[in-house]
Nanobody, 124 residues
Framework: QLQLVESGGGLVQPGGSLRLSCAASRFTLDFYVIGWFRQAPGKEREGVSCISSSDSSTDYADSVKGRFTISRDNARNMVYLQMNSLKPEDTAVYYC?????????????????WGQGTQVTVSS
């Protein structure tokens, strides 16, 4: 069974940075689009960023453009989300997800495999 595990969440002050990691096991990420999503209490899960399998093209939600950067290291079977200039409204549980046969997309319904999530809290 394909497995994704997120790490790197925590408590950070506004303006701070965190780097989230997504590790894959029992499959290789090379042929999968990987997305990062987040869900805050009482809100729907929303797409944050994604990176394609073919050319590592990326896409970002407007709310994080210029602050977040997604990257992948296929040799290590890892995907990262560097989050800078964090704001309180970035507080949420962050999930990574994988989809095969997708160019790129920020819709949760497009993804087949999900991790358990990691909590990010931005607060002073």
């Amino acid at each position: 069974q394909l497995q994704l595990v997120e790490s790197g969440g925590g408590l950070v002050q506004p303006g701070g940075s965190l780097r989230l990691s997504c590790a894959a096991s029992r499959f290789t990420l090379d042929f999968y689009v990987i997305g990062w999503f987040r869900q805050a209490p009482g809100k729907e899960r929303e797409g944050v960023s994604c990176i394609s399998s073919s050319d590592s093209s990326t896409d970002y939600a407007d709310s994080v453009k210029g602050r977040f950067t997604i990257s992948r290291d296929n040799a290590r079977n890892m995907v990262y989300l560097q989050m800078n200039s964090l704001k309180p409204e970035d507080t949420a549980v962050y999930y990574c997800a994988a989809a095969r046969g997708l160019d790129n997309g920020l819709g949760p319904w497009e993804y087949d495999y999900w991790g358990q999530g990691t909590q990010v809290t931005v607060s002073s």
